[in-house]
């Protein structure tokens, strides 16, 4: 089975989100399984800078194939080089002031295209794909030309966030070279706009999403952000396939970044992780303080202003709070305020710093991730693998992988009231060691791995 993997980010190269996890694990597990997959990603600096064995392997119309492979898993992967639209300072999709780049829609229509072609029998290359595997809207566009140019190689379209949709005005249609026949409610449009997801759910032959929970929440209003319909009449085309971890870059018992390693018959070394996270931000060096740890996107849909409106009743409760992340200002602002108001129970960095990542999930003694919605979430299943018992809301990914009082704890509602409840159980937890103890290592337990999704992937693809 020949697959081509599209995406716009992959860990190590580039990395943005969760998305960039998925596409290193996701081919790596695949491959293992005996599938002949190969990447493709825009040639940013930083993906050409960590590709030391890139090699042109096939002229485009706007620049150049290159042929290398991943540094970690040997993986094949093909880099779209084009300077003009790829090498750029700022992340893939925001310049440095945090503004989405004016040709975006050109950009990675640009990835879309090339995914077309390679998925098509006018393909530059001796190696062609039996299924094109496209993920978020970055991608979306390639179901939809390869559909207008009878492409035969199958497509699948992944929605890893439905929120995100690639929306853009009308004119683009005609000048990535769609037919003006596809602005349509069968197509394309949407509301009005050009949107490179619908085109992707529209056109693709089947339609995964990275839980079982999301895959039913995104056909209802709810949490469909407008795409409900289109998948609701799709449904028999939808599935939901949890994502797995990558076991050995999220390993207690060899991750470098850590002062002590440990696995679950030696969960007592935790403690000496816990130190060093304490010293490392200032908080206060106590061995008994649960310290609250968090990973995240700082936006709304991660619920963190539910984290702000508790926190005083935390930290009289004996906790500390230990967070790392970026994103949306005002709540990079009140989290900074948090801690200067807390010093010694609070620390907040922000930014992203993957040593310090893989810290705080370690040393840590619960994670908090009370998301408004999640499609599958990476970080609790980081969370379980360290025996750092996640608390999360009820929703997508999030209610598939943590099991309420058995690998950590689960509210429902997404109010400050619900969130303080079950830090509260969970507080009562952690001092009765046994019963904590028995948490974490029934999390720590758990198959978080690839193999058993892989599986399902390769088994969607030879279905299609």
């Known amino acids: 089975m020949r697959i081509l993997f599209v995406t716009s980010e992959i860990h190590p190269l580039v990395k943005t989100g969760g998305?960039?996890?998925?596409?290193?694990?996701?081919?790596?597990?695949?491959?293992a399984l005996g599938a002949d997959v190969r990447i493709l990603i825009p040639?940013?600096?930083?993906?050409?800078?960590?590709?030391?064995?890139?090699?042109?392997?096939?002229?485009?119309?706007?620049?150049?194939?290159?042929?290398?492979?991943?540094?970690?898993?040997?993986?094949?992967?093909?880099?779209?080089?084009?300077p003009p639209f790829y090498w750029r300072e700022g992340s893939p999709y925001l310049?440095?002031?945090?503004?989405?780049?004016?040709d975006n829609a050109a950009r990675f229509g640009l990835l879309s295209r090339v995914a077309a072609l390679l998925g098509?029998?006018?393909?530059?290359?001796?190696?062609?794909?039996?299924?094109?595997?496209?993920?978020?809207?970055?991608?979306?566009?390639?179901p939809a030309f390869m559909h207008f140019s009878g492409a035969k190689a199958k497509t699948v379209m992944t929605i890893h966030n439905i929120a995100f949709q690639g929306n853009f005005s009308p004119e683009w249609v005609s000048r990535l070279g769609l037919p003006e026949a596809s602005f349509a409610i069968h197509g394309v449009e949407f509301h009005g706009h050009f949107s490179f997801l619908k085109a992707g759910l529209y056109y693709s032959d089947a339609i995964t999403t990275v839980s079982p929970s999301y895959a039913r929440e995104i056909q209802t209003p709810e949490m469909g952000c407008g795409m409900e319909g289109l998948l609701f009449s799709r449904s028999h085309h939808v599935r939901g396939i949890l994502?797995?971890?990558?076991?050995?870059?999220?390993?207690?018992?060899?991750?470098?970044?850590?002062?002590?390693?440990?696995?679950?018959?030696?969960?007592?070394?935790?403690?000496?992780?816990?130190?060093?996270?304490?010293?490392?931000?200032?908080?206060?060096?106590?061995?008994?303080a649960p310290v609250l740890g968090v990973v995240s996107r700082l936006t709304y849909q991660k619920g963190l202003d539910l984290v702000t409106g508790c926190a005083h009743k935390l930290f009289e409760q004996g906790a500390q709070l230990a967070l790392l992340g970026s994103g949306d200002h005002e709540f990079e602002r009140i989290f900074l305020r948090l801690a200067e108001s807390y010093p010694g129970k609070c620390a907040v960095s922000i930014g992203y710093d993957e040593g310090l990542a893989h810290q705080i999930m370690a040393g840590a003694d619960i994670f908090l991730m009370p998301s408004r919605f999640e499609p599958c979430g990476l970080n609790q299943m980081y969370g379980m693998r360290y025996g750092t018992p996640p608390i999360v809301r009820e929703t997508g990914g999030l209610a598939d992988s943590v099991k309420d009082g058995q690998t950590g704890f689960v509210f429902e509602k997404a109010t400050t009231d619900a969130l303080h409840d079950a830090v509260s159980r969970a507080l009562s937890c952690y001092r009765d060691r046994d019963?904590?103890?028995?948490?974490?290592?029934?999390?720590?337990?758990?198959?978080?791995?690839?193999?058993?999704?892989?599986?399902?992937y390769l088994d969607l693809y030879e279905s299609l």
């Open 19 to 31: 998305l960039a996890d998925v596409s290193a694990s996701l081919p790596a597990a695949l491959a």
């Open 43 to 82: 040639g940013y600096p930083r993906v050409l800078f960590r590709l030391n064995d890139a090699t042109e392997c096939a002229p485009l119309d706007e620049g150049q194939l290159l042929s290398a492979s991943m540094p970690d898993t040997g993986v094949p992967v093909f880099a779209i080089d084009h």
């Open 95 to 102: 310049d440095s002031n945090g503004a989405d780049w004016p």
């Open 120 to 142: 098509s029998d006018n393909s530059p290359l001796e190696w062609k794909p039996d299924v094109v595997h496209c993920n978020d809207w970055q991608s979306g566009l390639a």
């Open 243 to 288: 994502n797995g971890i990558d076991l050995a870059e999220w390993n207690p018992g060899c991750d470098p970044h850590l002062a002590v390693n440990y696995d679950a018959s030696s969960l007592g070394s935790k403690i000496e992780v816990k130190r060093a996270l304490q010293s490392r931000l200032g908080l206060e060096p106590d061995d008994n």
């Open 435 to 456: 019963a904590f103890i028995r948490i974490q290592k029934n999390g720590m337990g758990q198959d978080l791995g690839w193999d058993h999704s892989a599986k399902a």
